[in-house]
Structure formats: structure tokens, C-alpha cells
């Protein structure tokens, strides 16, 4: 089993910058892959960002050059560096973590709202 907890978010102006992130705690050996991913009002939730163990990361159209996906291995931790936020960010965000076998582990997410 794998616990994840997010932290951050809240509000920021257009142009602003927020940092979330995730504290990772159990089985964490069995990681491959952590991801964020939000769900805006009334929309699927998407994949925002990935970063696998060997370092590689990929995001979504939409958030290349403003957002950054990074991981703390002392504090098993991952984080989301915000940056140029616009409004259409404003969603919930989700960190979820893949560990072989597959299994998918989900954190209960935190609001990001961007408005002047």
C-alpha cells in the first residue's frame, strides 16, 4: 500500500504562482511513475504532469513552460511548481502514484483557483 497526501493550492491571481505538493508514504520502492493530474468544473480530469523514476517528466500542452514536476526522494515527496497561472487552471488537483503490479494510488485532492 501506498498513502498520499496532498498539500497547497488555494487562491492566485492571473499571472500568479502556486506549489503543490505531495508527501508519499508506505510502499514507495514499488513506485514507477508521479503524476497530477485536475479536474476542472463540469470537465473530465485530466493528466498534467508525469515524472518517472528515471527522471523523466511529460505535461500536457496546455501547462509546457508554466508548470514543473519535481520530486524530493529525502522527503518522499513530489511537487507541482505553478508559475503564469491563468484562469483556466482553476481546477481540483489530484497527485497519484503508479507502483508495479499495476496499482494506482489517488490523494483526495486540493483546490487551485485563479481569479483576479
Known amino acids: 500500500q501506498v498513502q498520499v497526501v496532498e498539500s497547497g493550492g488555494g487562491l492566485a491571481q492571473p499571472g500568479g504562482s502556486l506549489r503543490l505538493s505531495c508527501t508519499v508514504s508506505g510502499r514507495i520502492f514499488e513506485i514507477f511513475a508521479m503524476n497530477w493530474y485536475r479536474q476542472a468544473p463540469g470537465k473530465q480530469r485530466e493528466l498534467v504532469a508525469t515524472?518517472?523514476?528515471?527522471?523523466?517528466?511529460n505535461y500536457v500542452d496546455s501547462v509546457k513552460g508554466r508548470f514543473t514536476i519535481s520530486r524530493d526522494n529525502a522527503e518522499n515527496m513530489v511537487s507541482l511548481q505553478m508559475n503564469s497561472l491563468k484562469a483556466e487552471d482553476t481546477a481540483v488537483y489530484y497527485c497519484?502514484?503508479?507502483?508495479?503490479?499495476?496499482?494506482?494510488?489517488w490523494g483526495q485532492g486540493v483546490n487551485v483557483t485563479v481569479s483576479a
Open positions: 515524472l518517472t523514476n528515471d527522471g523523466s517528466t
Open positions: 497519484n502514484v503508479a507502483a508495479y503490479g499495476p496499482s494506482y494510488y
